[in-house]
């Protein structure tokens, strides 16, 4: 019970920090049905009770209003809503265009320390097979 009288429901949820691939172990403090802060895992095999602090603020994130939470795709000077087969076609047809027009080397691709392994593997796949540029690299260089 809150000291207001009411319920208030509040939990610890086991996870994995998102920001790089060390793969620290975080607690996310769930209070109602809102994230509202991280602890550390004092157990955890890789961080040990220890977090960077990018670790310790990864639920902010999660409400930011800045956060894109849909596709969108640039018209002149500003970005325009769109749904995922319009923004992956706008893609696709600015890839193909400057390979075509530059050369496959005209092209990079930049992976994500965000992303899953299994997800940056199949990035320089679609980069070396598709586009034919071995121009691959990684926010952790950047
Ligand atoms: S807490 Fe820091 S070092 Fe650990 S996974 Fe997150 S960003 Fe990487």
């Known amino acids: 019970?809150?000291?207001n009288g009411s319920e208030m429901n509040y939990r610890l949820v086991p996870s994995t920090c998102v920001y790089c691939g060390t793969g620290c172990g975080v607690l996310l403090e769930v209070t109602g049905d809102r994230l509202s802060g991280t602890l550390p895992q004092k157990d955890h095999?890789?961080?040990?009770?220890a977090l960077c602090i990018k670790g310790w603020s990864v639920h902010e994130f999660v409400y930011s209003e800045?956060?894109?939470t849909k596709p969108m795709v640039r018209s002149?000077?500003?970005l325009v809503e769109t749904d995922w087969e319009a923004a992956l076609a706008a893609v696709a047809d600015g890839l193909s265009a400057a390979r075509d027009k530059h050369g496959p080397d005209s092209?990079?691709?930049f992976a994500s320390a965000r992303c899953?392994?299994?997800?940056?593997?199949?990035?320089q796949k679609l980069a070396r097979a598709v586009v034919g540029t071995n121009n691959v690299d990684h926010c952790a260089r950047l």
Do not use: D, H, I, Q
């Not at 095999?45 to 009770?49: A, L």
């Not at 899953?116 to 990035?123: G, S």
């Open 66 to 68: 800045r956060r894109l």
């Open 76 to 78: 002149g000077e500003v």
């Open 116 to 123: 899953t392994n299994e997800e940056n593997y199949l990035l």
């Open 107 to 109: 092209v990079g691709f």
């Open 1 to 3: 019970m809150a000291e």
């Open 45 to 49: 095999p890789v961080s040990k009770g």
